[in-house]
């Protein structure tokens, strides 16, 4: 009865609420409504592939503080794990562990070794990515980088020449090609190879704009397959299920997540039930939520400027 009241509320038209708008009293009924915290990287901690946006380290401390749990939910597999965790605690006022950070490359590596894999793999995704898979002991099949296609005995030797894998993987490949779709494509004509997926962002932020995003080319490579892949990273249903899996203990309204993408982000996080922040320092504008409909999926609960709007007024 209970679930179906508070759906219910979920369905009705309702207006964001802006942080720096909301009283002293409002704030702490604010703290009060979540333990645990799910918090995007690039865009909300620090710009993208850049410095800390001011104010987002006090945040997170603030955020420690005040007991809340911290986990880091990043679809970045450009940086690696390690890179993530020290650039975190190249702030003298955090102290973030390993445990903390959810990793595409990661999660795939975790779902891989629960299932106990032991086959090749071919993997479209960033150096720091494949290594991550090597370092935990998986075979990855190698590309010719660099490679020209200059004739049709080339391409049938690109796409039907390599080694039969047992995994497709695919991220973020800024070296990807015509060629490598195909050849995952006629992998995965195997019933028994798996595909697997880490970001599936349509759009990824980059420079003053956005860019294609790694979910174009799995949806590309789904649609000529005809199979759907297991997607471990945002908006994926299978990394919706580890982190419920992980934060069992706290009902899915006691957390609270907080990103800059309306459709990566809030999208997903609003579908798992979760209350929402939108960060205005990433790849969404007041602009954008201002355009949603009052009942569109992807509007947030809350918006703030930057993270660091967390900060003002609290005790």
Same mark, same amino acid.
């Given at each position: @009865?209970? %679930?179906?009241?508070?759906?219910?509320?979920? &369905?009705?038209?309702?207006?964001?609420?802006?942080?720096? =708008?909301?009283?002293?009293?409002?704030?702490?009924?604010?703290?009060?409504?979540?333990?645990?915290?799910?918090?995007?990287?690039?865009?909300?901690?620090?710009?993208?592939?850049?410095?800390?946006?001011?104010?987002?380290? =006090? /945040?997170?401390?603030?955020? =420690?503080?005040?007991?809340?749990?911290?986990?880091? #939910?990043?679809?970045? &597999?450009? &940086?690696?794990?390690?890179?993530? $965790?020290?650039?975190?605690?190249s702030q003298t006022e955090l102290k973030i562990e390993k445990r903390q950070i #959810?990793?595409?490359?990661?999660?795939?590596?975790?779902?891989?070794?629960?299932?106990?894999?032991?086959? $090749? *793999?071919?993997?479209?995704?960033?150096?720091?990515?494949?290594?991550?898979?090597?370092?935990?002991?998986?075979?990855?099949?190698?590309?010719?980088?660099?490679?020209? *296609?200059? &004739? *049709?005995?080339? $391409?049938?030797?690109?796409?039907?020449?390599?080694?039969? #894998?047992?995994?497709?993987? *695919?991220?973020?490949?800024?070296?990807?090609?015509?060629?490598?779709? @195909?050849? /995952?494509?006629? =992998?995965?004509?195997?019933?028994?190879?798996?595909?697997?997926?880490?970001?599936?962002? /349509?759009?990824?932020?980059?420079?003053?704009?956005?860019?294609?995003g790694p979910g174009a080319f799995i949806d590309v490579v789904a649609k000529a397959?005809? %199979?759907?892949? @297991? #997607?471990?990273?945002?908006p994926g249903e299978a990394l919706r299920q580890i982190l419920r899996d992980r934060?069992?203990?706290?009902?899915?309204?006691?957390? $609270?997540?907080?990103?800059?993408?309306?459709?990566?982000?809030?999208?997903?996080?609003?579908?798992?039930?979760?209350?929402?922040?939108?960060?205005?320092?990433?790849?969404?504008?007041?602009?954008?939520?201002?355009?949603?409909?009052?009942?569109?999926?992807?509007?947030?609960?809350?918006?703030?400027?930057?993270?660091?709007?967390?900060?003002?007024?609290?005790?």
């Open positions: @009865m209970l %679930r179906r009241l508070w759906q219910a509320a979920r &369905s009705k038209p309702y207006k964001p609420k802006y942080i720096k =708008q909301l009283s002293a009293v409002e704030r702490e009924k604010f703290f009060d409504s979540f333990d645990t915290v799910f918090c995007d990287c690039d865009g909300v901690v620090w710009y993208t592939l850049r410095d800390f946006i001011p104010g987002s380290a =006090q /945040a997170i401390a603030e955020l =420690q503080r005040r007991g809340k749990q911290l986990t880091f #939910v990043t679809n970045n &597999s450009i &940086s690696s794990v390690d890179q993530h $965790l020290q650039k975190f605690n #959810v990793h595409p490359a990661q999660t795939i590596c975790d779902q891989l070794k629960s299932i106990g894999f032991e086959g $090749l *793999i071919y993997c479209l995704a960033t150096p720091p990515f494949k290594q991550l898979l090597r370092d935990a002991g998986f075979r990855l099949c190698e590309d010719r980088e660099g490679f020209t *296609i200059e &004739s *049709i005995a080339d $391409l049938h030797g690109a796409i039907f020449g390599a080694e039969t #894998v047992q995994a497709v993987v *695919i991220d973020v490949d800024f070296n990807l090609s015509a060629t490598k779709l @195909m050849r /995952a494509h006629v =992998q995965l004509q195997n019933p028994n190879c798996l595909f697997l997926a880490g970001a599936a962002d /349509a759009m990824i932020p980059f420079g003053n704009g956005n860019i294609i397959s005809g %199979r759907q892949p @297991m #997607v471990l990273g945002k934060h069992s203990d706290y009902p899915a309204n006691r957390v $609270l997540f907080v990103g800059d993408s309306l459709a990566s982000d809030i999208g997903f996080a609003r579908a798992s039930g979760y209350q929402t922040l939108l960060v205005l320092t990433g790849g969404s504008s007041a602009a954008d939520v201002a355009n949603l409909p009052a009942d569109h999926a992807h509007l947030p609960d809350y918006v703030c400027d930057c993270l660091g709007d967390l900060c003002d007024n609290s005790e």
